[in-house]
């Protein structure tokens, strides 16, 4: 059983579209995370959740929405894709504070 | 705010030699220390991580990482390296009210044969 498992894998799309990447973690931690990993595979957090909460949300254009229906999922929405926005989006979840975070695969987003 | 510098952008080194990977961090108090590894098109992997106690930590696949207080500093060390070690190498700090955790820029480590 994967334990963070990310969908999909790959996503390939044109300036303008929506898009959806969505986030499980079967590990029972109370915390997740959106990492956005650039080119230069620089890692920035971008968002977390704590049961659902918002407690983290960093400097995000507002096209980027997350969303934690509950405390074992968390997607990221993204409206009026840009050039800019390609990248590789990775899931991460933790218990509580320190770290410590486990990781999904990753999804690799190509905006054309 | 916490902050990692890893000044090693990229590193080779032959197979069976040693490896050592630097990481200094800035952060006023007692930090929460990780090493995560990054193969080729996966996600991130918890080599290690030090919270408190013995100043040497042990990890998975034969790395360990030091602790020194006094530099600031978090290096990774493996006595001989497989092939299978190539990968992008991250430091990463955390603290014990927060969150968020800040990842260094990487090292990229290539394995010669």
């Known amino acids: 059983d994967t334990a963070v498992s990310q969908t999909p894998k790959y996503l390939v799309t044109q300036m303008g579209n929506d898009k959806s990447i969505k986030c499980e973690q079967n590990?029972?931690?109370?915390?997740m995370y959106w990492y956005k990993q650039d080119s230069k595979k620089f890692l920035k957090i971008m968002f977390s959740?704590?049961?659902?909460?918002?407690?983290i949300n960093e400097t995000v254009p507002n096209r980027f929405s997350p969303k934690s229906p509950d405390k074992a999922h968390l997607n990221l929405h993204i409206n009026s894709l840009e050039l800019g926005d390609s990248a590789v989006y990775f899931c991460?979840?933790?218990?509580?504070?320190?770290?410590?975070?486990?990781f999904g695969s990753g999804t690799r987003l190509t905006v054309v | 705010a916490q902050s990692v510098t890893q000044p090693d952008i990229h590193i080779t080194v032959s197979e069976g030699a040693s490896l050592e990977l630097r990481c200094n961090y800035s952060?006023?108090?007692?930090?929460?220390l990780f090493w995560y590894v990054q193969s080729p098109g996966q996600g991130l992997q918890l080599l290690l991580k030090?919270?408190?106690?013995?100043?040497l930590v042990q990890g998975i696949k034969g790395f360990e990482a030091e602790f020194k207080r006094s530099q600031s500093s978090f290096n990774l060390r493996k006595p001989s390296v497989h092939w299978s070690d190539a990968a992008e190498y991250f430091c990463?700090?955390?603290?014990?009210?927060?969150?968020?955790?800040?990842f260094g820029a990487g090292t990229t480590v290539t394995v010669r044969a």
């Open positions: 991460a979840s933790s218990r509580g504070t320190g770290g410590g975070y486990t």
């Open positions: 590990l029972g931690h109370d915390t």
């Open positions: 959740y704590n049961n659902k909460e918002l407690i």
């Open positions: 952060y006023g108090a007692t930090p929460y």
């Open positions: 030090y919270f408190s106690g013995d100043t």
């Open positions: 990463a700090v955390g603290t014990s009210n927060d969150y968020k955790l800040s």
